[in-house]
């Protein structure tokens, strides 16, 4: 990661695990960052739990940044806006992320946003 500077022993951790080219890949790369929190939290590794959060905020960083970015198509915009707000919940409160994300994937704002209105 060429904007977190990550010390050698964690490098491969996080290697290509930062990853929201569309809406599952970003869910993807949350599990895997999610995952490597658990883990880091229960050995009590402090370090490995602060580049989960770092990760997480370059993730909702470069969202934003593509959400903004007038180049970019409205449907991307809006998908991109989308993920920056799961990092961004994701790094408030890994505990209860999951199930917000299952319940926001419900809501039926998240399904005509995403997948058109049901006829």
Known sequence: MR???IDR????DF?????????QEAELSLQKIDMLYRQFFKR?????I???????LLGRKRAEAISRNSKVCG???MEKAEIARWFTIWNQNPDIFFDWLGLRKECDEFRT???????
């Open 15 to 23: 290697e290509d695990v930062l990853k929201f080219r569309n809406l």
């Open 50 to 56: 602060s580049y989960c959060h770092r990760i997480c």
């Open 9 to 12: 022993d964690y490098r491969n």
């Open 113 to 119: 946003l995403f997948f058109g209105p049901d006829d």
């Open 44 to 48: 009590g590794d402090r370090k490995g």
């Open 3 to 5: 904007d977190v500077e």
């Open 75 to 77: 449907e991307k915009r």
